[in-house]
């Protein structure tokens, strides 16, 4: 990695790096205690879960769809991990990739109806929604159910280190979609069927397979995030991951990434999950309200589109 690549990407994340600066030194003098180790640590390990859905959000948002199913999609697999785990004594693993499997088939079922009959993925992840909340409930028959300390190893700080293997693997998946988006034929494709769809198929390639691999890489992310939450309760929840979806566009956008899609970048979702992060927990920290936390959440999401749309007007003119 030369001096040039790092003084490039450190330009690039400037602005998303400063706010979070500015962030940290606000509720360092508001509060006591907030910039240390121990709170970084916290805060790391508390953001698997959204930086998995918000990583594949971006993919999603990239190739200009959306997915509201994510957070359901994300319960479903932590509710096959828990039956299967509980009442048929699956091996860890096994239970794992099980619970992997059913959040990709979501995907690919969002993907295929959404893509193949050409109706808007709003409508159809809408009902995707409906179909694995619902199968979440049937599942668990609507409690939370139990699973024992086996699973806690995914969440369980690394002794010596204080991340999390969940965290640990939050950071290989926004590395691995950002070397996917930027190095790979296939990344960019993704870039242009969001950019422009139609000149990709008169360029004579095929949009559909690729724009349903998105859709099931984002369910596989789901059910991966769905591990985090699972193993922190050592139990299945049916209201998990309730709103997420939210917060998952919410990271994107602060990140940068465009809702008309043909823009989307891992790191800088993540830059935005860390800001959200460090905001709600600076903000619980003063003892603020959940009601006036999200009033603020939603200044700052209303601020990063502002300034993002400022930008590209700025971009366009300069051309």
Partial sequence: MTAKYIH??????????TALLLLCLF???????????????LIANQIPELTL??????????????DLSVGSVMALAGAV????????????WSAILASLLSGAACGLVTGVISVGFRIPSFIVSLGMLEIARGATRRLLDSNTLTIGSDIAIVSEPIQGVGLSPAFLLAITAVL????????????RYCIAIGTNAEAVRMSGIRTAPIAIGVFT?????CGLAGLAPTSLME????????????SAIAACVIGGTSLMGGRGNAISTFLGV?????LQTGLSRMSVEDANKQIVTGVVIIIAVLIDTLRRRWDTSSV
């Fill in 53 to 66: 859905v918000a990583v594949g959000m971006t993919l999603v948002l990239v190739i200009g769809q959306i």
């Fill in 8 to 17: 490039s990407s450190l330009l690039q994340y400037a602005g998303l790096l």
């Fill in 235 to 246: 139990a299945a929840d049916p209201g998990a991951g309730i709103g997420i979806e939210l």
């Fill in 217 to 221: 890489l984002s369910g596989l992310l």
């Fill in 81 to 92: 991990l828990g039956v299967l785990m509980a009442k048929y004594d699956w091996p860890l």
């Fill in 27 to 41: 509720f360092s003098v508001q509060t006591e205690s907030f910039f240390q180790i121990g709170t970084a640590r």
């Fill in 176 to 187: 691995a979609v950002q070397f996917f988006l930027t190095r790979t034929v296939f990344g």
């Fill in 274 to 278: 860390l800001v959200i992060a460090v």
